[in-house]
């Protein structure tokens, strides 16, 4: 069974501009997290997003949105990029119920310049 | 402020000996605790959790301690072996939700030949 695929693997972005992060989730699984890992915060939960709805969210700005799909596959939007966006960006997805365990694709590094 | 610590960034280790990597958390809600491991370039790997209503949780090589009144957890690499040479973190949930999770920042590990 192919595990959690996000794309891209990196991305170059300059302050102000947008950017939008895409991850496929395993199949089957209907709940996709988004998570940003930096080096002094570690990883922070975003949210979480199952049948197509936001079922949880973490302390950002508005400037993070997400979106799910009617086939599980998520994508994130970060607009008017910050310098302190640099990070990376990680998507897992489970079944969906509480105590799922997690799967945790690749990452998305994104730098802002 | 960090609610779950840990408060090793590193720790080096002699293969074939235990490694112990410890996890400290602040919030007596806490219910779930897990243990994910990262290599370079990967995504997290789930590797052993804990419910609050244990003290011990085993899986071949590794075990993983919980101390309630101390809020402390610990997971034990016995024998340590160069493949677990990799970020571990620990993550904590409330009400058993794993979809949102609370994470450490990670502790290095390093298995010498």
């Known amino acids: 069974k192919a595990g959690v695929t996000q794309t891209p693997r990196y991305l170059i972005k300059t302050r102000g501009q947008q950017v939008t992060l895409s991850c496929s989730p395993i199949?089957?699984?209907?709940?996709v997290s988004w998570y940003q890992q930096t080096p002094g915060q570690g990883l922070q939960f975003l949210f979480e997003?199952?049948?197509?709805?936001?079922?949880n969210k973490g302390n950002f700005p508005g400037r993070f949105s997400g979106r799910q799909f009617s086939n599980s596959r998520s994508e994130m939007n970060v607009s008017t990029l910050e310098l302190g966006d640099s990070a990376l960006y990680l998507c897992?997805?489970?079944?969906?119920?509480?105590?799922?365990?997690?799967?945790f694709g690749p990452g998305t590094r994104l730098t802002v310049l | 402020d960090q609610q779950v610590k840990q408060n090793s960034p590193s720790l080096s280790v002699q293969e074939g000996r235990i490694s112990i990597l410890n996890c400290d958390y602040t919030?007596?809600?806490?219910?779930?605790f897990l243990w994910y491991k990262k290599y370079p370039a990967e995504g997290p790997t789930f590797l052993i959790s804990?419910?609050?209503i244990k003290d011990k949780n085993e899986d071949g090589r590794f075990t993983v301690f919980l101390n309630k009144s101390a809020k402390h957890l610990s997971l034990h690499i016995v024998p340590s072996q160069p493949g677990d040479s990799a970020v571990y973190f620990c993550?904590?949930?409330?009400?058993?939700?794993?979809?949102?999770?609370?994470w450490g920042l990670g502790t290095s590990l390093a298995v010498n030949p």
């Open positions: 897992a997805s489970s079944f969906g119920t509480s105590a799922d365990t997690q799967y």
């Open positions: 199949s089957g699984h209907r709940s």
């Open positions: 997003y199952f049948s197509e709805t936001q079922r």
């Open positions: 919030n007596s809600m806490f219910d779930y």
């Open positions: 804990i419910s609050s």
């Open positions: 993550a904590a949930s409330l009400a058993g939700n794993n979809r949102k999770l609370i």
